[in-house]
T-cell receptor, first 117, second 114 residues
């Protein structure tokens, strides 16, 4: 399978614990995005990387959240001191980069569903 | 920032009938409009997209229309089948060298009744 993969698919944690999610983008896609999706809502942008550089962060990304893409391939999203309000589906997407005229479609992974008790 | 509204939130149609989902956007600078289908427990899957220099695009039973003046775009599914049942999301984006976050609508839950 050459699509976007995410691990784990499900995570249950207690409030106050730290969690880390991993995303592996489609090979050679140099843009990687993180979104959060709560029940009954569309995905909301969190942050995005071009190669290893984190170029944009949403105000939704509080200081408890940190994302990395150290080698420009896979990415991790860490949530520290989790709160019940962090319960959501965390989606990763990737896209190729080629300038204004190139396709910028984002391809989504299956998501990591987080439940904070 | 961009605001995308989507209607209806739920839609039930008989198998074989057509389904139409409508979205409006607020930022006239948006120039790329993808539609995603999301099945339970899965990530969104792109089904069709349209750029602002095109008024309509069709792919088999699925079509999308765009009215830039009115800032709205619609998804049309013809000859619906039970496997079309899912949640559909529209999105708007401004393609730019600096990246393009997608602004999503709130989704439409489509049920196709056999």
């Amino acid at each position: 399978d050459t699509g976007v993969s995410q691990d784990p698919r499900h995570k249950i944690t207690k409030r106050g614990q730290n969690v880390t999610f991993r995303c592996d983008p489609i090979s050679e896609h140099n843009r990687l995005y993180w979104y959060r999706q709560t029940l009954g809502q569309g995905p909301e942008f969190l942050t995005y990387f071009q190669n290893e550089a984190q170029l944009e962060k949403s105000r939704l990304l509080s200081d408890r959240f940190s994302a990395e893409r150290p080698k420009g391939s896979f990415s991790t999203l860490e949530i520290q001191r989790t709160e019940q309000g962090d319960s959501a589906m965390y989606l990763c997407a990737s896209s190729p980069h080629g300038g204004l005229s190139a396709q910028e479609t984002q391809y989504f992974g299956p998501g990591t569903r987080l439940l904070v008790l | 920032g961009e605001n995308v509204e989507q209607h209806p939130s739920t839609l039930s149609v008989q198998e074989g009938d057509s389904a139409v989902i409508k979205c409006t956007y607020s930022d006239s600078a948006s120039n790329y409009f993808p539609w995603y289908k999301q099945e339970l427990g899965k990530g969104p899957q792109l089904i069709i997209d349209i750029r602002s220099n095109v008024g309509e695009k069709k792919d088999q039973r699925i079509a999308v229309t765009l009215n830039k003046t009115a800032k709205h775009f619609s998804l049309h599914i013809t000859e619906t089948q039970p496997e079309d049942s899912a949640v559909y999301f529209c999105a708007a984006s401004m393609l730019a060298l600096a990246g393009n976050q997608f602004y999503f609508g709130t989704g439409t839950s489509l049920t196709v009744i056999p």
